[in-house]
């Protein structure tokens, strides 16, 4: 415990500073801590630290954390590729889905939403650094999925998710997160009905504080937690 909660403590500092270069708020930002191959009882004792907001990328190791931990006020993000067959099952347990990132996947959550009654909050995940390997839009196709997706009745367009690129360190990562921040704005600049864009859902354990400066309010947090904890 004492080592969870000095590594949240850094990494909320972190946080602050970074805020503060960018002259924000530290509340501007939300952690999200990912707990992908973290054991239930490892982020149990990280919500009695106070940090409530987790992240699954795996819907299997979603569905058993949030059964696990069903007694505890978390709210569950999805921040993984979501496959259709996944949906269903997933999205009682969220609050947030920021890697919707394609067409298809965001009709099949919409299906499922109106069979639960339900308005979902997502984010578009965006392919800001071009590589193959990673998913979503494509930044010059975003103009009309998101009219296209904001026509869907059943989920809310929140703002949107990005990653950076493997390779060029920090510097290039700032360039991702710039650029996906650019894109929101001049999305937003489109006023599309329905559509809020106040979220930008960027940086993991080696680039939040960049993520930050260059507008992140969502950044995903996993090894820098919970390094020298445990399993």
Known sequence: MTRLAD??????GRIAAAARRGSRRADDVTLVAVTKSVSAAIVRALVMLGCRDLGESRPQE?????????????????????????????????SL???????RVVAAI??????????????????ISGEQSKHG???DALTQCLSEAAALPNVQIRGLMGMAGL???????????????????RLRKLETPGVSLDELSMGMSGDFEVAVEEGATLVRVGSALFEGVGE
């Not at 390779?167 to 704005?185: P, T």
């Open 137 to 139: 839009f494509a930044p």
């Open 7 to 12: 590594n949240l403590a850094e990494v909320r």
């Open 167 to 185: 390779a060029g360190g920090l510097e290039q990562a700032r360039r991702d997160f710039r650029a996906l921040r650019e894109l929101r704005d």
């Open 97 to 103: 889905v920021h890697s919707a990132d394609s067409l």
């Open 110 to 127: 919409d299906q499922t939403a109106a069979a639960m009654g339900r308005i979902v909050p997502l984010l578009l995940e965006v392919n």
């Open 62 to 94: 979603l569905w058993a954390k949030a059964e696990a931990l069903a007694d505890l006020p978390v709210r569950w993000h999805f921040i993984g590729h979501l496959q259709r067959n996944k949906v269903e099952r997933t999205l009682p347990l969220v």
